[in-house]
């Protein structure tokens, strides 16, 4: 009795120190690790960011643009004198000084570019949710891959199990004459064949395994380690929001912006502007004549003058109809790839939906198939013992219930799989 007690706590002890170093690992911390880690992804953010800040809100188009400017300049020969205003043969120095402000009341092409910045900012962002949508995908395949691997790895490991045993009792049975020797022989087959199997989808799983903390970037784990954690999702009922749609309709949004930038190019512009100047001049060829200092002529020169100014384009060589033109087919192109877009989700999304039909149609046939496959394993498992049959018949019998289990398995995966890919290509969502 104390050794069954010493033998169950060891064992539990020992399930339990596997358990506490197995790290569990979902799709969604996959993605959001993959997310996180992904070099294109903060490229995507940092595009998204230079978008934001080179958005400009129309109040901005309104402010006035001011600068200071200034000169220094000798004047040879006849000249204007600043001071009578009459030509005459002098040499005199300048020094003029300006203040100019101005902002423009009306521009039909700032409006266009003020719409087109806030489109820029969308763009850069659905750009962002298109990488952030096939990477999704991406990893969500490969997680899949994985899990029916493992759990592939679950089934064999078990059912390998069974087969030691079965192969322990003919041995014992050989040995005391109570089954032929072929039976040993057929037994150690089929358990050497299993154990190789085995061998080969537990390689097999870390390299997908591998494969798939690859993809997300996350390199400095144990992929032996790794447990990978089964992920059942709903279906998500909304209004379809597929990244690519929304990166088409956007483009196509921008192109209709820029022919209005570029028809406001033809459109006439009212502007107000504001002007303070002042000048110092100086005679270099009279020393005779009096004039002021630098301060009372600044001083005394002052100017200051307001207007309104009216643009109106008339001939630019044809260069602005020819970029319309130019827009128009761009516009023509965007409008064709949105509905190319679309066309090709529809497509999508109805073979997803014919294959998630398929897969529930085989769920119960598939569920029926092993049930009976359990049943036909017990009896052939019982007639075995007492030798009403061979092992051939036996392991004939096993591999048919092992082959049921991978069907359940594999459909049972492929159903939620297909289900994730339909969430992420509507909604980007798992």
């Known amino acids: 009795m104390n050794k069954k007690l010493i033998y169950t706590t060891l064992l539990l002890t020992f399930s339990l120190l596997v358990t506490a170093q197995a790290k569990i690992w979902s799709l969604q911390e996959c993605i959001d690790t993959a997310l996180e880690q992904s070099l294109e992804e903060q490229i995507r953010q940092l595009e998204v960011k230079r978008a934001e800040r080179s958005k400009t809100s129309l ?7 001011v600068n200071l400017a200034g000169n220094h300049s000798y004047n040879f020969g006849s000249t204007i004198d600043p001071a009578t205003n009459g030509r005459v043969s002098s040499n005199i120095l300048y020094d003029n000084f300006y203040l100019n402000a101005s902002v423009n009341v009306l521009d039909f092409n700032n409006l266009a570019l003020k719409s087109k910045s806030k489109l820029e900012l969308e763009r850069a962002e659905a750009e962002r949710k298109v990488f952030e949508n096939e990477y999704k995908l991406q990893i969500a395949e490969s997680y899949y891959q994985a899990l029916y691997t493992q759990e592939l790895v679950k089934i064999k490991s078990e059912q390998l199990k069974n087969s030691k045993n ?103 512009s009212l502007s107000a502007y504001y002007q303070f100047s002042t000048f110092y001049y100086k005679p270099l060829n009279q020393p005779d004549v009096a004039v002021s200092d630098l301060q009372t002529q600044l001083q005394d020169n002052k100017n200051h003058q307001i207007g309104l100014q009216l643009n109106i384009p008339i001939f630019n060589g044809f260069r602005n109809s020819k970029q319309i033109a130019s827009a128009k087919i761009e516009t023509e192109k965007s409008k064709v790839q949105m509905t190319f877009e679309k066309q090709q989700l529809e497509k999508q999304l109805a073979l997803e939906n014919e294959r998630k039909a398929q897969y529930k149609q085989l769920e119960s046939r598939f569920s029926d198939v092993l049930d009976f496959a359990k049943l036909s394993y017990r009896t052939s498992q019982s007639k075995f013992e007492s030798g009403k049959i061979e092992a051939v018949t036996f392991n004939s019998v096993k591999n048919q219930l092992l082959q049921s289990q991978y069907d359940v398995l594999k459909n049972q995966l492929m159903i939620r799989f297909t289900t994730i890919k339909m969430n992420l290509l509507k909604y980007n969502e798992l």
């Open 166 to 268: 079965n192969l322990d009792r003919v041995l014992k049975e050989v040995e005391i004459g109570s089954k032929p020797k072929s039976d040993e022989y057929d037994m150690q087959l089929s358990y050497k064949s299993e154990q190789a199997q085995l061998v080969d989808s537990e390689q097999q799983l870390v390299l997908l395994k591998l494969q798939l903390f690859q993809l997300i970037n996350k390199t400095d784990v144990e992929v032996q380690e790794i447990v990978l954690e089964d992920f059942s999702s709903g279906t998500i009922d909304k209004e379809i929001q597929n990244p690519k749609l929304d990166l088409a309709e956007t483009n196509f949004k921008i192109s209709k912006k820029t022919i209005l930038q570029y028809r406001a190019n033809s459109l006439p």
């Open 59 to 65: 109040i901005h188009y309104w402010l006035p643009t």
